[in-house]
C-alpha cells in the first residue's frame, strides 16, 4: 500500500465516523469532494494547483441549514496541543467559504473538535507559523466541542 492509499484509508475512515455523529444528531449526510471523483480526475487534481483538490468531504443538512464539512484525522499533535493545517487548504476553505456565503465550512478533526477556516487564519495570525510556511499551527484549545456545533446526540435521542 502506497502512503498516499494510507493517509486515505486513514480519511476515509475518519470522514464515516464524522458522518455517523452527525446522522445521530439528525444531520443528512452526504460524500463530496475529491473522494467522490473517477480515479482519472483524482489523478489529473492531483497535478493541479486547483482549489478543487482541498474541496469538504461531506455537505449536510438539517432543516433548513445546510454545512460542509472537510474532515481531519491525524491533525493534533501529541507533544504540542496543536493541529497544523496548511495554508493551501485555508486558502482555498477562504474561498470556497466566501463563494457559497453563507454555508459554513468547518473542519472536524480525529477529537471531533472543530475550526472554520477563518478561525483557524485568526488564531495564527498573530502567532508564529511552522517554519515552513506551509502549516497553520493552532492551539487544540481553540477548536469548539462537536455538539456545541452540530448537536448534541442525546438531545436528538430524548
Not at 452527525?22 to 444531520?27: D, E, K, P, T, V
Request: charged share 20%; aromatic share 8%; glycine share 6%.
Amino acid at each position: 500500500m502506497t502512503q498516499w492509499q494510507d493517509r486515505k484509508t486513514v480519511g476515509d475512515l475518519h470522514e464515516q465516523r464524522v458522518a455517523t455523529a452527525l446522522r445521530a444528531r439528525g444531520w443528512t449526510v452526504h460524500p463530496c469532494g475529491q473522494g467522490t471523483y473517477p480515479s482519472a480526475v483524482r489523478e489529473a487534481l492531483r497535478r493541479t494547483r486547483s482549489a478543487l483538490r482541498q474541496f469538504p468531504d461531506l455537505i449536510a443538512a438539517r432543516g433548513s441549514d445546510i454545512v460542509t464539512i472537510d474532515a481531519k484525522d491525524h491533525m493534533p499533535s501529541t507533544g504540542t496541543n496543536r493541529y497544523a493545517i496548511s495554508t493551501t487548504t485555508i486558502n482555498a476553505g477562504l474561498q470556497l467559504t466566501a463563494v457559497h456565503a453563507p454555508t459554513p465550512l468547518y473542519y472536524v478533526f480525529g477529537d471531533l473538535k472543530v475550526l472554520t477556516p477563518a478561525e483557524v487564519l485568526h488564531y495564527t495570525d498573530h502567532a508564529l507559523r511552522h517554519s515552513s510556511g506551509a502549516y497553520h499551527l493552532v492551539s487544540t484549545h481553540r477548536a469548539h466541542p462537536f455538539d456545541d456545533v452540530f448537536g448534541s446526540a442525546a438531545a436528538r435521542a430524548a
